[in-house]
Every structure is written in C-alpha cells, then in structure tokens.
C-alpha cells in the first residue's frame, strides 16, 4: 500500500496520492486505446476525445453517490459527509452506471453510430478498470479476506483493512499490520487485463458490430462475482450475496438479452463498410443503428 506516492517539494509539498495517479492513468489510457481503435474501425476519434471527459467526470459521480448510497448511516450521516470525496469511497459499478449515462446523452445530443463505438470503448473499459484496480491497492480499498496463500499481503497500520480488523477485535492496537489477506486488489486488475486480451483477439473475429460489448457484458460480471467471495469489504445485500454480487447477476442478465437482440441483426461490420469520409464511396450515413 502506498496511498502517497511522493510529494513535490517545490509546490509547498503537495502529495500525489496513488489512487489518483492510477485515475490519470485510467482516463489517459483507456482515452488513447478507444481512439486508436476508433480510427482502425473507420470510426471518427473526436467523438471518442470529445464525450471522454463527461463520461469520466460523470463516473466519478456516479461511484461517488453509490457508495454514499451503499453506506448511509455506516461513515456517511449527511449532505457534508457526501461531498468529502478526499476522503475516499467510490464503488466500481456506481462509476459504470455514471459513465453510461454520459455516453448515453452526449449520444442524444450528438448522435453517432451506436454499436461500433460501444465496440471501441469496450477495451478501453477494461485497461481503465486495470490501473483504477492498482489505485484500488495502493489505497488499501476494496480488500480480501483472511488467506494463508504464499501471495497473501498485509497492509500497514493505518489502513482501511487494519482499522476493520482492530474495530472488530482481530488484531491488537499495537499490531504494526493487518492480517495477511487475499490481494483481491490485484486479482481484480490482473482479472481486467485477461478480458482485455480476451476482447482484443476477438475484436477481428466478431460477425456484427456490438459483440465486442457483449462479450464485456457476460464475462466481466461472472468475474466480479466470484472474485467477490473473496473480499471482506462489503456485507451481505440481498440472497446472501453482496449488493456488487446483485448487480453483477443483473448485468449478466441483460448480457445474455443482448446477445439474443444482437443474433436478430444482420451480420455486418462499420469497418467492412467504404470510409465515410470519403463522399465518393461512403454508403454508410444512418446515425442509427
């Protein structure tokens, strides 16, 4: 864990925290990997460089409210509490949800064809989740559970896993460490990078446009929920699994329904299609799709 990474002593010794350094990394990457795949797809990169920071800052947002949502009562207790976000607390499907919404009404007022750009932003999804999962443990955030596994880590004193442990009674005040845990941090990013691979060497082989997506939407959620067995940040939501475990079985529903809308499609791909910048040969100009 290194929630700081180093200060600049020439600004008066301002702190580059981990976690937002990998939220830069995060933004900067996944912005670069969309809009290099944009232009392999014949696909216009501004509209991916215009839309990008409303989907990152309204992701903020929506990871933000989610976990005030999440836990009210238990740390958050008023508007204040809300809105001291230095403090820490965002939670991963909140930021999804925030995102989509974005997408979803910068499309509305811009309007562009819709299923090879969710195409090319699902990779750049997962190499953004790869360094924000790194933020995640460099924070001490999102922890496993108790492990006796040779990998297994411990986080100093103070730490989000070391205060659990002694407000529970686990360990001692004078415990230097927590416990040794589950990396669930770097199972998670390590998790984000192989669907990322997953998705690029199935990026040539899709037979219409949006199953890249779709692809996303059926792996990521099975992923996330077994991982989440192994966490020991977040109690029981509802059927005895956790509120991430919930929204990970809906998301797997609504994947496998847009498969089934997907399969009604005709076969057809936005790169197989003449450029549309070129007026002479374009014959691909709907907005829809």
């Known amino acids: 864990m290194r929630q700081v990474l180093f200060t600049i002593p020439i600004f008066g010794g301002v702190k580059v925290f981990g976690y937002g350094a990998m939220l830069v990394l995060a933004f900067v990457g996944s912005t670069w990997l969309a809009t290099w795949r944009a232009r392999r797809e014949k696909l216009d990169p501004d509209v991916i460089l215009d839309m990008a920071f409303w989907i990152f800052f309204i992701g903020l947002v929506g990871a933000r409210l989610f976990y005030c949502f999440q836990y009210w009562g238990r740390g958050i207790n008023s508007l204040f509490d809300v809105l001291q976000y230095w403090k820490g607390g965002i939670v991963y499907y909140g930021g999804v949800l925030g995102g989509s919404i974005a997408f979803f009404v910068y499309r509305h007022f811009r309007p562009f064809p819709l299923r090879p750009y969710l195409d090319a932003t699902a990779p750049a999804i997962?190499?953004?989740?790869?360094?924000?999962?790194?933020?995640?443990?460099?924070?001490?955030c999102c922890y496993g559970d108790v492990c006796n596994l040779p990998w297994a880590v411990s986080f100093p004193k103070p730490s989000p896993p070391w205060d659990y442990e002694f407000a529970r009674g686990l360990?001692?005040?004078?415990a230097t460490q927590s416990l040794p845990l589950h990396p669930t941090q770097l199972y998670s990013s390590l998790d984000s990078l192989v669907i990322l691979v997953l998705l690029w060497a199935f990026y040539p082989l899709r037979r219409r446009d949006g199953e890249v997506m779709g692809l996303l939407m059926v792996t990521y959620p099975i992923t996330r929920f077994l991982i989440e067995y192994l966490r020991n940040d977040e109690g029981v939501f509802f059927a005895g699994l956790t509120i991430s475990q919930n929204i990970s079985l809906v998301l797997l529903l609504g994947g496998f329904a847009y498969w089934f809308w997907l399969s009604r499609l005709p076969e057809s791909r936005h790169a197989d299609q003449p450029d549309e910048r070129n007026p002479a040969t374009s014959v691909l100009k709907s907005t829809t799709s």
């Open 126 to 140: 997962m190499l953004g989740t790869f360094f924000g999962r790194l933020g995640c443990f460099l924070n001490g």
């Open 171 to 174: 360990i001692p005040a004078t």
